[in-house]
Every structure is written in structure tokens, then in C-alpha cells.
């Protein structure tokens, strides 16, 4: 899609109008590929699967448009080069499955436009179904998930991690992502506003000329994990022309309320919100622990509320599933739920 002659601000207001107001993105991927057996405990995360297994990422991309998603975002939110190298691939290698990651997520939209087309499913009883417009997100998990050592939930990186670190970290896999084929970047679970700025610095330098979308995630629902007020995150990402929508992920939906506000107060950006269950990640154990999770029905039944502090578009990330999406998309478009 790109932005050739297409100001940042009406990509997004076009997509959102196109969508019925408000625009639905999917759910946990990593999520999904783990219920389908994988086994994700690896420094690639997701991103292992564009290796070992690129046809169940393709079907939970097509579940989630099924289930109603306007957004899918790719497998790309591990996938580094770096990452790929210390797996003994070569850099070519690494740069084709980055690559892959977007593809694998457009040829999702292919089939899933097909069936549309041919009227597949129009005994579904979704409305929307055949009129709803895609939009591919290329994913950028922060260095911190590169690491894989929980810092991507404490957003500490140390002294010696600068903004030129981050950006020569994240330069090289921008710009592939960026030449995709991708409608836009999903910049994700942004841990702290050095990342911010890295992300905001390179869109300028690399000249990338699709929108993205800036992602923080927060455990006090005042500030990102990394303890830097979300205002102040979320006010660099204003800052930025390119970004066409500002939010949250991976954050547990009692917090999102109050962070939508938050956002508000400090850019009239679309709002994009995609909580995780409500369970919390133990980066040690790499397990997700039932502190107090949320059901589905507890989740969607925010959805109204979020919608009412002003956001555009609503998703789920860790831990929620075609369910969860099913579930917002109706309590966002079907009135008789
Ligand atoms: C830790 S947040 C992960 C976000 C990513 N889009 C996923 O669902 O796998
Ligand atoms: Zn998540």
C-alpha cells in the first residue's frame, strides 16, 4: 500500500472508515503456533516456526481473519539476524525469512480474500465478513525480546545499551520489513522511550515510506515496564509523522482503561489497544502465571469501556486466541450481543 501521495493521518482515518469506525487486530500468534504443538521455548520465539513449520504460521493468520481480525500482524516480532546467525544460518538466509514473515501473512490474505470472493462464507452469520478490508503489520519486537532474558518486560537494558545500540540493533531489519510488502510496521511491547526514539529516529533516517504503529506495555498502568510515564513515551510517538496509531499490548486488560486516557491527554493519534489475557509472564521460567487472569467473557466485556476512552482499534496479544478476536469483533460490530 505504502504512503506514496497518502498523508499518514488519512491512511489510518481511511482504513478505520473502510472498517465499520473501528478496526479489529488479532490475537497472540506465539499463542496459537504453542496450541498447535509447537514448542516456542527458544530464543526465537515465533520466529522459530518460519523455519520449522511456515504452514501452521499461515493458518493462524487465516484463523484470525476468519475470526474477524482487520489486522494480522507477521512473525517477525523475534525474528532478527542476529537471532537467525546464532542459529548458524547465513545473513541471506536471515534477510529471506524476515521477509517470509510478511509474505506468509499477505498469502493468509490472499485465500482468505478468495473465499470471500467466492461467497465461502456466506452462510457465517458476520456481516462484515465480506467487505472488510486487511491491512498486513510487519511485526519489530524490542532488543529486549532479542535477548530473551526478560529485559523486554523490565525495559532495562543498562548503561551501555545507547539509542545508537538500539538503532544499529534495529536499522538493518527495519528496512527489510519496510520493503516487504508489508501495509505498515507494528512497532511492539516498546519497553522504554529510549526504544521509542531509536524507532522514531530511524522511520526519519531510513526514509520508510509506510506508516507504523507505536506499542508500549505497562504492568502499573501509569508507565511503560521500564518505569518512564507512558505520557512521555507515548508524546515521542506523536512527534513522529509517520505514526498512524498509538497504544498498548501485552498489558493486562485492568490496566488499559486508564492508559487509554493517559494516551489521550497527550495526542490525538488513533488509539490502538491488544491486552494479553491478564496472566504474567515469568521471564525466568518462561511460563505465563494465572495471577488474576481474566476470562474471555471478563475481556470483552471491557471492550465497550475501551471503546468509550477513545479507542479505534482493538486486538489481543499473549494468550488470547480466534476466540478472543471472535469475541471483540462482535461486541464491536454485532448490536445484538
Ligand atoms: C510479547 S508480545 C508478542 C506480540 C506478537 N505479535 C505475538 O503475538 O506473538
Ligand atoms: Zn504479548
Redesign the pocket.
Known sequence: MGLEGVEPSSFMADFLAGCGGYAVVDG???TELERHGQDLNDPLW?AKCLISFPQLVRRVHLDYLEAGANVI?GAS?QATIQGFEAKGLSIEEAETLIKRSVEIACEAREIYLQRCAKGYWDFLDSPKIDRHPVLVAA?VGSYG?YLADGS?YSGNYGASVTLETLKEFHRRRLQILANSGADLIAF??IPNKLEAQAYVELLKEENIDIPAWFSFSSTDGTNVVSGDPITECAKIADSCSQVVAVGI??TPPRLIHGLILSIRKVTNKPVIIYPNSGETYNGETKQWEKTRGETEEDFVSYVGKWRDAGACLFGG??RTTPNTIRAISRALFDKSS
Do not use: D, R, V
Open positions: 497472540g500468534l506465539a515465533s500482524i516480532y511485526s525480546a523486554e511492539e511491547t499490548n501485552c496479544c499473549c
